[in-house]
T-cell receptor
Framework: GAGVSQTPSNKVTEKGKYVELRCDPI?????LYWYRQSLGQGPEFLIY????????DSGLPNDRFFAVRPEGSVSTLKIQRTERGDSAVYLC????????????????FGPGTRLLVL | AQKITQTQPGMFVQEKEAVTLDCTYD???????LFWYKQPSSGEMIFLIY??????QNATEGRYSLNFQKARKSANLVISASQLGDSAMYFC?????????FGTGTSLTVIP
């Protein structure tokens, strides 16, 4: 079966522009997560969806970042007025039921979108 | 507060030898999960092994085993019989509540 897919694989934009990053989770997975990974660092949690709703968005760095999952499958991470510091790899992951099961839910990651803000 | 600490930025191991990658964690939550992921140069995070805080036995998955010492808050990954394809970044992670926290990773290089 298909794994988690993310598009685009690479995105170059100019400072101040708006970008959208897309994530297609594994079919049937109700939980979806977004992370940001800067060079030489581990992934940093951004937001966690359970179905259509954001169960935890405390990792979003500021109000320029927003994510949606309107039908409980595909999710889009939106970044407004991009800054050079937003350059990173944005990783998406999905799991079958989510974090409410005592932590046993393995997350399956996509290949990431490499965002470069010039 | 730092949740996961990986003190080895880089490690080398001879092919076919065993290697231990260190991980310590910090949480006051009695219920948590510990994960190890591998990230090759292609960038994709690959799940390796999971240990629950209430699990009595150390987790094992093929050549991977987790040396879980709860009182010391450590969850070291042991890779036996290293292969060239094991060369990658390895991340330890903890899940508590609704969030995952990753460490900064250890770069493993397997030498032929």
């Amino acid at each position: 079966g298909a794994g988690v897919s993310q598009t685009p694989s690479n995105k170059v934009t100019e400072k101040g522009k708006y970008v959208e990053l897309r994530c297609d989770p594994i079919s049937g997975h109700t939980a979806l997560y977004w992370y940001r990974q800067s060079l030489g660092q581990g992934p940093e949690f951004l937001i966690y969806f359970q179905g259509t709703g954001a169960a935890d968005d405390s990792g979003l760095p500021n109000d320029r970042f927003f994510a949606v999952r309107p039908e409980g499958s595909v999710s889009t991470l939106k970044i407004q007025r991009t800054e050079r510091g937003d350059s990173a790899v944005y990783l998406c992951a999905s799991s079958l039921t989510g974090l409410g099961t005592g932590g046993k839910e393995t997350q399956y990651f996509g290949p990431g979108t490499r965002l470069l803000v010039l | 507060a730092q949740k996961i600490t990986q003190t080895q930025p880089g490690m080398f191991v001879q092919e076919k030898e065993a290697v231990t990658l260190d991980c310590t964690y910090d949480t006051s939550d009695p219920s948590y999960g510990l994960f190890w992921y591998k990230q090759p140069s292609s960038g994709e995070m690959i799940f390796l092994i999971y240990q629950g805080s209430y699990d009595q036995q150390n987790a094992t998955e093929g050549r991977y085993s987790l040396n879980f010492q709860k009182a010391r808050k450590s969850a070291n990954l042991v890779i036996s019989a290293s292969q060239l394809g094991d060369s990658a970044m390895y991340f330890c992670a903890i899940v508590t509540g609704n969030q995952f926290y990753f460490g900064t990773g250890t770069s493993l290089t397997v030498i032929p």
